[in-house]
């Protein structure tokens, strides 16, 4: 009876640990991130993290109206966050691991930025915007001060 009970201890504790390295070790998905910096600060009450926010071209349609979108992170690394504090509203490729879940000490989100891989200036205003998408809609009319509705 102590040998099964020993095997059974056993065989919980391997499946214990299986499961808790595929839910918060496992690298499910990595991939690239590009847009605006929108912030980077460093938070948290037991364990202090740093949590940023990437602001992506294009929107984000949802039921209830239409919203930027974002990309929300975390960053372990503590010179990575302190270079992304520094570079705030530049954009920005940034390199990501997602996991399945997350760590209290690892951050708030599942995904966890490892690397800058470019930053720019920003090169383009909301006004050069506009221009842009009145030229497609209206050729011809660059000149005028026509605002479309929701692109100011």
Known sequence: ???????????LLLGLAVFCYFRFYFVFG???RSGELNYVVHKGVI??????????TGIKAQTSGV???TFDFSIADKEIAERLMTESGKVMDLHYKE???????RGHTRYIV???LSIKEKTSTIDDQNQEVLSTIAPGAEGTETV?????
Do not use: C, H
Not at 1 to 11: N, S, V
Not at 47 to 56: P, S
Not at 99 to 105: E, I, Q, S
Not at 148 to 152: M, V
């Open 47 to 56: 364990w202090k993290t740093y949590e940023g926010k990437l602001i992506q």
């Open 67 to 69: 919203q930027s979108n």
């Open 114 to 116: 490892d690397d800058i």
């Open 148 to 152: 479309i509705p929701g692109l100011y």
């Open 30 to 32: 990595e991939g690239v």
């Open 99 to 105: 996991y399945f879940g997350r760590l209290p000490w």
């Open 1 to 11: 009876m102590k040998k099964f009970t020993g095997i059974l201890i056993a065989i």
